[in-house]
């Protein structure tokens, strides 16, 4: 399980009282990031990525790289549809779908 603060924005971290569980990897995550209107909260463990609703605690999207490539840093575009996610390699993906939009960084060449 990975933890959380109530709050529904970045903001208001400073006033949540306790925390809440939302489901999703077991143990620690490398990073995590707030989509830019607060409500989605990104996490990255080793080479998945997971997407929460912040106002209902849900699950929205668990993607694992087909590259294996492990996770550094992630990362919401400013309009907060996309997010990357990666570290020698960096993954652009569509933040409501997972689709893969774009890799950049280290690729292997077959």
């Known amino acids: ?55 209902n605690q849900e699950l929205l999207l668990s993607v694992w790289t087909d590259t294996g490539n492990r996770s550094g840093r992630v990362a919401f575009s400013p309009d907060g549809k996309m997010i990357a996610f990666g570290d020698t390699e960096l993954t652009v993906r569509d933040a409501n779908s997972g689709k893969k939009l774009l890799t950049f960084g280290r690729q292997d060449k077959g």
């Open 1 to 55: 399980m990975a933890t959380a603060l109530t709050a529904a924005t970045p903001s208001n971290l400073a006033t949540a009282q306790e925390p809440v569980i939302l489901k999703g990897p077991q143990g620690a995550v490398s990073t995590v990031a707030f989509s830019p209107d607060g409500r989605t909260l990104a996490a990255a463990q080793g080479a998945r990525l997971y997407l929460w609703d912040l106002r």
